[in-house]
């Protein structure tokens, strides 16, 4: 069982096709009365009706006479392309959404009929247009809309990675899933009941930008289509033209015939999507974009040199905000994580560090230390000599703290008057060593604040994991150290007690 298979069978609840589909399916499907029947289902939505008479009247297929009826719309277009214009436009309107659901139909429909309208413009230069060019491109991306329904935040990570890696989107899906947009677009459209030829299409359409169906101008349409779409939808324009100039080299299509060509695509495109209820944005011919840039730099009015000089500024400019934002955004970082008053590490910071320092020293068989300290007496210093002096002895007995303690320990503000110090790579005897010098440092220390010098001790709590006690969690490690503070404090306050895991 494939990956996609799998996926069907267990997750994704592919959507239902709009009920007037099923019936012309249903119609078509019928030899006997296929063209009777097609023609009363289409005639019974009025709208529908409309949008097949405007289009069928449109320079797209340029009728030599006026087309005012269902009838008359077959004759011209015959059965099997007025069937899939008319698919076309019920799929399109029946998914459908808004805005707020995280997809911008909009922007997918006009994209989806500039790649339908571009494969039948190129279709007709190389004399391979079927009845089913415009519905198999217009469809050929569905798969995109219903993986993201299906998994949101893994497909944007898809796209997200294909943007910064300059990858196919279609290699992406497949590394991350399994399978491409491709074949869950083919395989919704076979549930449908959509002709083989079509879905066979939307299924394979990525192959010829692999290259393996290179010099096939059937498997070049719905390529050529694509790339004809992302000129106007995409950001990277000149690429896709030069795409576009040398895949068509390859039939005799050169030249000013190649640039008529992809002008064509934007003149029609915006003839058909009013038909789909779609505004145009800012699409437009890209002979007239051209135009409108060259005019935009004769504004300018700049030399050659001028050009360089302003080009440098801009991109020294933009390397020093770029510098300069990654500066505030490591300071925002640092903030989110440090103690406003101290400057030491936060609770918040402190925990998560003790998690990752824990599970590596478990995993991995290395000791690991935990001092907890206490401010004796700290109360008394607030009572008697007001809080801003207790604040001075925190900032400075933290400053010590931070001088007394390799640069590997990470020292924390805990909470209150408790400060936290995480050991890596140390085991009890190191533990001991290190607090011992903590203690003795805050005891010998002369703490200048507005209420004169003072002196004060610490009670310490210590403990440490040692290679070979087996998975203990990060509580268990607080714990002995939180029972060695208290021990210290009960025998009397200024010294250090050691706390053991197997104590626990």
Not at 35 to 58: E, H, M, Q, T, Y
Not at 188 to 193: A, E, I, K, T
Request: with cysteine; glycine share 10%; proline share 3%.
């Amino acid at each position: 069982m494939s990956a996609l298979q799998k996926v069907l069978k267990q997750d994704i609840k592919l959507p239902s096709p709009p009920a007037i589909a099923v019936h012309i399916l249903d119609a078509v499907r019928r030899d006997d009365s296929s063209f009777r029947d097609l023609g009363r289902i289409i005639a019974s939505d009025p709208a529908l009706s409309a949008k097949i008479l405007r289009v069928a009247n449109s320079t797209f297929y340029s009728p030599k006479y006026p087309v005012d009826t269902i009838e008359k719309a077959i004759a011209l277009l015959g059965i099997d392309q007025l069937k899939n214009i008319a698919l076309s436009f019920v799929i399109a309107q029946g998914m459908r959404g808004t805005a707020g659901e995280g997809f911008d139909f909009d922007y997918f429909w006009r994209r989806a009929v500039t790649a339908a309208v571009g494969a039948e413009l190129v279709a007709q230069h190389l004399n391979c247009k079927t009845g089913d060019t415009f519905v198999s491109a217009l469809l050929m991306d569905l798969g995109v809309m219903v993986m993201h329904f299906w998994d949101p935040g893994s497909y944007a990570q898809a796209l997200s990675d294909k943007r910064a890696s300059g990858e196919r989107l279609a290699a992406v899906e497949r590394r991350m899933f399994g399978f491409d947009h491709s074949e869950l677009g083919a395989e919704l459209l076979r549930s449908w009941g959509l002709p083989e030829s079509i879905w066979q299409a939307v299924g394979k359409h990525h192959v010829c930008a692999a290259g393996s169906e290179a010099g096939r101008p059937a498997g070049d349409v719905l390529c050529l289509a694509d790339a004809l779409s992302s000129i106007y939808h995409g950001s990277r324009c000149s690429q896709r033209i030069a795409y576009v100039k040398e895949r068509l080299a390859r039939y005799g299509v050169e030249g000013e015939e190649v640039d008529a060509l992809i002008d064509a695509v934007a003149e029609k495109t915006l003839e058909v999507l009013s038909s789909f209820d779609l505004a145009p944005g800012e699409l437009r011919p890209f002979s007239q974009m051209l135009q409108e840039a060259n005019e935009e730099l004769g504004k300018l009015n700049l030399s050659y040199e001028q050009l360089v000089v302003e080009l440098k500024q801009a991109k020294d400019k933009a390397e020093r905000l770029a510098q300069e934002l990654g500066e505030a955004n490591e300071k925002l970082r640092e903030l989110a994580f440090r103690d406003g008053l101290t400057g030491l590490y936060n609770h918040r910071y402190f925990q998560d560090l003790l998690d990752q320092e824990m599970g590596r020293a478990v995993r991995y068989g290395r000791p690991l230390g935990l001092v907890l300290i206490d401010i004796d007496h700290f109360k008394a210093i607030n009572d008697n000599h007001g809080h801003p002096v207790g604040d001075q002895v925190l900032k400075a007995i933290g400053a010590q703290f931070g001088a007394l303690t390799r640069r590997t320990d990470v020292v924390a503000r805990y909470g209150g008057e408790e400060f936290a110090i995480v050991l890596p790579e140390t085991d009890a005897k190191g533990v001991m060593v290190l607090a011992q010098r903590l203690r003795r440092g805050i005891e010998q220390m002369q703490i200048s604040t507005d209420a004169g010098s003072l002196t004060l001790t610490v009670s310490v709590g210590a403990t440490s994991y040692e290679p070979g006690m087996g998975p203990r969690s990060k509580g268990e490690l607080v714990d002995a150290a939180d029972g060695a503070l208290y021990a210290s404090k009960r025998g009397g306050r200024n010294r250090v007690s050691l706390g053991t895991l197997s104590e626990v």
